[in-house]
């Protein structure tokens, strides 16, 4: 039985993650923050494995994983997608808005990732994924903060590949770009007409895309992909190698 933990898993990207790696036979655990109605809506309606703490949280991160692996079993796969914004042009901005973002979206790399590192060294196995973003690689205006942090994440990944690969852990980042979720369907309509329109295959992304490339990355065939970055943003942004 493989363990993943998907944080930020019962809405939007991770959630349709979840699904996907259970439909690939993991046994799921989705973690959550805020919204405890829509939390226990998605456990009921998937039977995925909910647990509630703030993944910025370094005390809550190690007792949270220390509960999924008593529960369900060591942690072999962990997906790092939990994510919030605070935008703002950087002028205007302040430090609480930087801190939040940075706390949620980068630090939980740490939070998250530090505690089940050294399981899976000793395993000599593991799957790493963490969901970076778009503007992470090209810059947003307005999200000084939000960018800073998913450009972070691409940096942590590629040095935490290297340190990892011959313990037979993988490490890779997906950074999706406009993808149809409820908070971009809350996008005024104008706007979302003009980023479509600044798509090349003229549409939004599905969760469901995002979900069977993370399914992809778990799986034992992917052990060869280690330290890459995968753009998932339908031509929007095309990154140098």
């Given at each position: 039985?493989?363990?993943?933990?998907?944080t930020?898993?019962?809405?939007?990207?991770?959630?349709?993650?979840?699904?996907?790696?259970?439909?690939?036979?993991?046994?799921?655990?989705?973690?959550?923050?805020g919204?405890?109605?829509?939390?226990?809506?998605?456990k009921?309606?998937?039977?995925?494995?909910v647990?509630?703490?703030?993944?910025?949280?370094?005390?809550?991160?190690?007792?949270?994983l220390?509960?999924?692996?008593?529960?369900?079993?060591?942690?072999?796969?962990?997906?790092?997608?939990?994510g919030?914004?605070?935008d703002?042009?950087?002028?205007?901005?302040?430090?609480?808005?930087?801190?939040?973002?940075?706390?949620?979206?980068?630090?939980?790399?740490?939070?998250?990732?530090?505690?089940?590192?050294?399981g899976?060294?000793?395993?000599?196995?593991g799957?790493?994924?963490?969901i970076?973003?778009?503007?992470?690689?090209?810059?947003?205006?307005?999200?000084?903060?939000?960018?800073?942090?998913?450009?972070?994440?691409?940096?942590?990944?590629?040095?935490?590949?290297?340190?990892?690969?011959?313990?037979?852990?993988?490490?890779?980042?997906?950074?999706?770009?406009?993808?149809?979720?409820?908070?971009?369907?809350?996008?005024?309509?104008?706007?979302?007409?003009?980023?479509?329109?600044?798509?090349?295959?003229?549409?939004?992304?599905?969760?469901?895309?995002?979900?069977?490339?993370?399914?992809?990355?778990?799986?034992?065939?992917?052990?060869?992909?280690?330290?890459?970055?995968?753009?998932?943003?339908?031509g929007?942004?095309?990154?140098?190698?």
């Open positions: 039985m493989t363990v993943a933990v998907v930020g898993g019962t809405r939007g990207i991770g959630a349709a993650i979840a699904k996907g790696l259970q439909a690939a036979g993991l046994t799921v655990a989705a973690t959550y923050h919204n405890v109605e829509k939390a226990e809506a998605f009921a309606e998937t039977g995925i494995h647990y509630k703490w703030d993944v910025g949280d370094e005390a809550a991160c190690v007792e949270g220390g509960k999924v692996a008593a529960e369900l079993g060591p942690i072999s796969v962990l997906i790092n997608n939990a919030i914004t605070r703002g042009m950087f002028h205007k901005m302040s430090f609480t808005q930087w801190r939040e973002v940075l706390a949620t979206n980068l630090d939980s790399m740490f939070t998250m990732t530090r505690p089940v590192i050294d899976m060294r000793e395993r000599g196995h799957r790493i994924i963490n970076s973003s778009i503007n992470g690689q090209k810059g947003q205006m307005g999200q000084a903060n939000y960018s800073a942090a998913k450009a972070g994440v691409i940096g942590f990944t590629k040095a935490l590949a290297q340190e990892n690969a011959r313990k037979g852990i993988t490490v890779n980042a997906i950074c999706p770009g406009y993808i149809d979720t409820e908070m971009v369907q809350a996008v005024p309509e104008k706007v979302l007409e003009s980023i479509i329109a600044g798509i090349p295959v003229g549409r939004l992304g599905k969760a469901e895309e995002i979900a069977a490339l993370c399914a992809y990355l778990a799986s034992d065939a992917a052990g060869f992909m280690t330290g890459a970055v995968l753009t998932i943003n339908g929007q942004y095309i990154a140098n190698g």
